[in-house]
């Protein structure tokens, strides 16, 4: 039934209602039906004053059902506006590095730059809308500008355009001046990439200058790493000289927690990314394995087997205050907070033979199995709090079809789906803060590197190439 | 006055009540009559209206990613989306008829069979290792299983304002985005296959936040309403509403269509 139907029907119970109760109809009433229809008329006429439009406001009307895809965007090069030397290799990190971040991020259907009117706009008042949201292009929105260098500064010019809204195209138009390096231009690329995204993509802030923090043994040993989402800038953050591993760096990103191999153990060691060097932390003895950040950043959660078995403890982010949430005989490790509430933790626990991931409160309480079978490990809880994915073989054995592969969960209706498959073994999956990808480790390639894909399990890309380079981690914005 | 007084030969006295009741119901009449003259209609009908196209059938995702326009049932990844098409049946010959045989007729000897006839042979299947329709693309697990309604729609706009849905079409497609990202079907009774159309109204402030949520009009189905409302309760923010825009908050009113 259609809502103007039923508006309609209302309107007229109401102006019908008085006439069939009419005088006539009336002597024959006793007076309880007849207050009781008098009440019901003016209840009837109350709710349609009630109902009467508000004109103060804007309304929309919309529903699902209405074939939502992907928004069709374009996004031609940009033009110099001056006439210096440098503009050419800046114009290309640029063009590049903004088409890149665009089309990473999962949200836009890119069009092919083969479809684009061969007059490409440098400003607002070159856009011909006819040559762009018509076919061959076909594009919804078009994003363009211009770039220039004059001294030592890059002046950009930078619009999103709404093509098929030909009366009020404008969504966005931005400027930004950054040094005139291939670096500076990459920034602005990136920032005006993330305005773009955080406009269509409601509210969920760009990935675009967020980092990756992982393993690496190029230099050696293993040591903590950093790189760009989009695996430009690597270099190394730590020199220690042992093995270091599993980095999670802080919701604030001033911070990053590992553990390494110490003469006296496995210990939890904290880096600071504006200090440049390792500060100190607590050293608790016996083995500390895979620390964790709560959202708030005021807490750490650890493995630690100080009490004989290894168990979950929880401390202040300073180290202080630490105590045990777990008292199970079997190993539990790689705890991770759930990072919209921050008041649960998954971890891994073999108390029941081979790793499986398990939810319990932030205090302990409330233990739960999540996975039924196999062998399950490396959870990382997504950022809106509804799916976990992890590691898992789900047959687990000699012979056992399948293998090592990525799985996401949704957390309320333990329902999975399976993200990665033929392609090596594949581990220590991390989810970008965004919602819309993952970073993992996987061996398709023949050796241990770094990839990314979209929550959704398409888009598969790599990284890293060089050396072995393992246990990824994203950071939180 | 006696003491048994005989209370039934007192009638009621009518007059004045129902002279008030037909004075109070012709003021109503008028006010009614006036209302539907004056008030006018709160915006534009379903499908009119400058917004996007009225397209069909959507898969509804709730990793924060746009819908994949291939619905699978699958639960394994696939960048390929499949074939367009589905194969075509396979014909099934079916056997003839055995005659009753006639009492009167003569048997004829039959041909016999040249031993050089070859036999029927099986068409080769054809080697195919392509996907068939709705077996590929994007996973669609947890977040996507049941497929929305293919139903047709369209945006209405109306406001004293200024004309929102118009000038900031794109921040229309986003909450619609959003909202079908966040429907998570899977709270809805599952012996529920179709269930009417479900309204919900709800403000946006000026820095995204979805508040006031209501159930205009009800599906029947409690936990479709339910599901509805969760859906945008889920939703920490749309985006900020568009810098240009001088209103204080925009009224959406969304509808949720539920077949699977």
Known sequence: MSYSHLKSSTYRNTIHFPVRTSAGEMLSNLLPIRTHIVRHSLLLALSFLVALPCFAQDWIRTGTGLGVEKVRLAASDFKPSTQDPKNADLLKAFNDTLWNDLDNAGIFDMVSKSFYPLEVPGNPSEVRFEAWNGPPTNASMLAFGDLGVTGNNVLVHGWLYDVKNTASPQVLGKQYTDAATTDGARLIAHRFANEIIFRLGGGVAG???????FVSDRSGHKEIWEMDYDGSNQHQLTHIGTISLSPRISPDGSRLAFSSLNKSGWDIMMYSTELGRTVSFPRFGATNLSPTWSPDGTHIAFSSSRGGEPNIYVADASGGNSHRLTTDRGPDVGPTFNRKTGTQIAFVSGRTGLPQIYTMEADGTNVQRVTDQGYAVSPSWSPNGQFLTFSWFRKYGAGAPGANDIYLMDIASKQWVQLTHDGGRNDFPSWSPDGRHIVFQSSRSGTEQIWTMLADGTKVQQLTFSGHNTQPNWSWK | MPADAEIFFEHAKLGRPLLASVGLHLGLTVVAVLLSMYSGRRGDMWGA???????????????????????????????????????????????????????NTKIKAKPAVSATKAKPKPEPEPETNEIPYGQGGPVSGPYGTFSAAGAKGGFGFQGGGGDFGSTYAWYVRVVQQKVSENWLKYEIDPSIHKANRVYLTFDITRSGQPTHVQVEQSSGVPSLDQSAVRAIQRIDTFGPLPPEYSGSKVTVEFWFDYMR
């Open chain 1, 207 to 213: 990935i675009c200058e967020s980092k990756i923090y």
């Open chain 2, 49 to 103: 209206g400058g917004g996007g196209d009225a397209i069909g059938v959507s898969l509804v995702s709730n990793v924060p990613l746009p819908a994949s326009p291939v619905q699978t049932q699958n639960v394994v990844a696939n960048e390929s989306k499949g074939l367009t098409k589905s194969q075509p049946q396979e014909k099934q010959n079916e056997p003839d008829a055995i005659p009753i045989p006639d009492k």
